[in-house]
């Protein structure tokens, strides 16, 4: 498992943070990568990839998972964008109480 983020030069990206477990909250595991972007104009967004276990659905580790990513996303207060392999079907993920409890993710 392994995921991993590509940005493009004319996004006008002015920096680019990729948040670490050395900032207040642990963001960095093999299954997810958050980056914060700050491009030209000062606008930020968060963005992130996202490995979900297979077989699983969203429970056990895959809940723990997006548990995590959910208070990250909250914690670094900007827009966001998470993209991945989620292993899921969206109903799966909509009709979870991941997205119940987490408006965040929503």
Known sequence: AGVGLLVHRRLGLHRL???RPDD???FENERFLLAE???RGGFRITVGAVYLHHS???AGPN???LSLIGSA???VGSPFVLAGDWNVTPDELQSSEVLQSNSTIC
């Open 63 to 65: 809940l723990d998972l």
């Open 24 to 26: 207040e909250m642990l």
């Open 73 to 75: 996303v909250k914690h």
């Open 17 to 19: 943070k990729v948040l």
């Open 56 to 58: 699983t659905g969203v």
């Open 37 to 39: 972007l700050q491009l």
